[in-house]
């Protein structure tokens, strides 16, 4: 059943205490891009997905990809969160030999879809997806959760242009629009903006959203479901390192590991005081 809107909220914010621990243990970088991306996962698999321990493998089952795989951190703690599997994993990320990789691997642990290390493959991936569930008269549902830096991408256009073209209306792309990318503002980088006005023209029903509102988001995911008859687009307009209060559009946090004592202070910012949930002692 999906959860109320204040629960959804308070899931967000034990995974943002999450990551932000994840990062300090592993000394793993991209902790803004997890925490700006963390609303929309929340919404996606508390609220819409078909996706769980019980039918992780069915081929019926709903689709996600993150294709920003440098936030796959953010992926991990929802699938431990969602009980997919051991939530003692999550020690391991980063580590020697460890499944969890700072770039996802498909199927390793269950519940990641695809290697998505390279930007810009997630949409055609997905794409490719959703074509397979039409053809085999399956039910199921594609997401790609992408970044706006992707969006300079030419294989991102040419998937758009492919799934108007075949009305693939079991996909949906999201992009996380928190306006940064490894080395600057976003839109001085590309000309990205207008973004939804971008996709519209690409024959998409394309929306805008803020990503960090979770009624809203919730709003517009249910649009996002079986009644379309073309593939659709949500600009959800987020804040990179959204939820504590030093890292928010601060892009130093695209690398940045934070010390113990700053994962106390976004743990009290987040208003986080379970100790059953703490990795560091």
Not at 187 to 215: Q, T
Request: proline fraction near 4%; aromatic fraction near 8%.
């Amino acid at each position: 059943m999906p959860w109320d809107i204040k629960s959804l909220e308070k899931r967000a914010a034990q995974l943002r205490a999450r990551l932000v621990e994840m990062s300090h243990i592993s000394r793993a970088s991209h902790l803004g891009s997890a925490l700006s991306c963390v609303d929309i996962l929340t919404a996606l698999y508390w609220h819409t997905l078909d996706i769980g321990p019980a039918n992780i493998g069915d081929h019926d089952r709903d689709r996600f990809i993150l294709s920003k795989g440098h936030a796959i951190s953010a992926l991990y703690a929802v699938l431990a969160a969602k009980g997919i599997w051991d939530e003692d994993l999550l020690k391991t990320y980063c580590a020697p030999g460890s499944s969890l990789a700072e770039h996802p691997v498909p199927f390793d642990p269950p519940g990641v879809e695809t290697a998505t290390g390279s930007l810009g493959h997630g949409l055609s991936l997905g794409l490719g997806m959703a074509l397979a569930g039409r053809i085999q008269q399956q039910d199921y549902q594609v997401y790609v959760l992408g970044s706006d830096g992707e969006c300079n991408e030419g294989s991102v256009w040419e998937a758009a242009m492919q799934a108007a073209a075949k009305r693939v209306s079991n996909l949906c792309m999201i992009v996380d629009f928190n306006k940064w990318q490894a080395t600057g503002r976003s839109c001085d980088v590309a000309a990205l903006e207008p973004l939804r006005v971008k996709w519209a023209a690409f024959g998409w029903d394309s929306v805008e959203v803020d990503g960090h509102d979770m009624a809203a988001l919730v709003k517009t995911l249910d649009r996002s479901s079986k009644e379309r008859d073309r593939p659709m687009a949500i600009i959800a307009h987020t804040v990179k390192g959204k939820g504590v209060s030093f890292m928010e559009d601060d892009n130093n946090w695209h690398y940045r590991i934070p010390t113990r004592e700053e994962v106390a202070l976004a743990w009290q910012e987040l208003g986080i005081t379970d100790a059953g949930l703490r990795m560091v002692t």
